[in-house]
């Protein structure tokens, strides 16, 4: 799994993520969203090597991010959280990217339980906190299909902030339980704290 922050989260971009998530400022979600496009453009680059290397034919001037990714997905928030915000901003990042990369977006998975504000935990209580937090929606994850070429399904997975990895890491194992074909799921993510 590889993660890859758009930039370090100063106290500047902290202001502007708190403007769009906590008061709702979404005027500011394109701008967001733009922040992480060179991120993008480097973790789609990074998996499109991976397949290279695997695969002599593929060269760089025919790889688009559409033929590098299979689907995108998102870090869902809770019921209680969602009707707080009234969004996901991870699922409007991934929205934006998907669509703007005509790349598939899916909801694939749903929290089990609502949490506390993980930004309010120290690192051994948000990775006790988000054990088994997440499961993967089967009847979603069945309608990704397996590419042809016999590699696993390549699956971006969308979150604003990482800070200690565990959120991402129980997406990830949800979905790795969950799934028929194997998957090599990559994080991006706005910043990291």
């Not at 500047?12 to 005027?27: F, T, V």
């Not at 002599?56 to 969602?82: G, K, M, Q, Y």
């Not at 998907?98 to 089990?112: G, M, S, V, W, Y």
């Not at 309010?120 to 054990?131: A, C, H, L, Q, V």
């Amino acid at each position: 799994m590889a993660n890859r922050s758009a930039v370090q989260y100063s106290s500047e971009m902290r202001e502007w993520l708190a403007q769009y998530k906590y008061r709702g400022n979404e005027k500011l979600e394109p701008l967001l969203a733009q922040m992480m496009f060179p991120a993008f453009a480097a973790i789609t680059k990074e998996a499109a090597s991976r397949t290279a290397s695997n695969s002599p034919a593929t060269t760089a001037s025919i790889v688009t991010p559409a033929s590098v990714w299979d689907a995108i997905a998102f870090v869902p928030v809770s019921a209680e959280r969602a009707e707080e915000r009234g969004f996901n901003q991870a699922e409007r990042f991934a929205a934006i990217l998907a669509k703007q990369n005509h790349i598939p977006i899916f909801d694939l998975l749903f929290r089990e339980r609502h949490t506390e504000k993980q930004s309010f935990k120290s690192r051994s209580e948000r990775m006790k906190d988000t054990r088994r937090l997440f499961q993967a929606k089967p009847d979603l994850l069945s309608l990704l299909q397996t590419p042809a070429q016999g590699r696993p399904i390549r699956l971006l997975l969308i979150d604003d902030i990482y800070t200690t990895g565990s959120t991402i890491q129980a997406c990830s194992t949800a979905l790795h339980q969950q799934s028929q074909a194997p998957l090599a799921i990559y994080a991006l993510t706005w910043a990291r704290s």
